[in-house]
């Protein structure tokens, strides 16, 4: 399954971890979005923030895709000056 879907995003151009993206990640982790076991959840919001990505797809419903730590994530990212993405399982992609 995992080689599968390494295959579907094979040749797909990746966004860089810089001290941009770090910086929110551990802003988002430090201020209650996420918990600090999900620091990796908190550097794909991280990622999606700081490149200005439109939508973030993802399968975690645990920490990423929850209303609950959505609404503090959004509130930590806009008061970083940066854009929050809208965050959405496939099923509720517009």
């Known amino acids: 399954m995992a080689a599968r879907r390494l295959g579907l995003i ?3 151009p990746s966004l860089e971890l810089g001290e941009s993206v770090t910086a ?3 802003k988002l982790v430090r201020y209650g979005g996420l918990p600090r076991k999900a ?3 908190a550097l794909h919001v991280a990622v999606a923030s700081v490149w200005r990505v439109d939508y973030l797809i993802t399968w975690n419903c645990t920490h990423i895709a929850n209303a609950s730590t ?9 008061a970083s000056d940066l854009p929050f993405p809208v965050i959405c399982t ?4 517009p």
Not at 70 to 78: A, G, W
């Open 70 to 78: 959505r609404k503090t994530m959004e509130k930590i990212v806009l």
């Open 90 to 93: 496939l099923e509720e992609l």
């Open 10 to 12: 094979d040749g797909l």
């Open 24 to 26: 929110l990640a551990e």
């Open 39 to 41: 620091v990796n959840d």
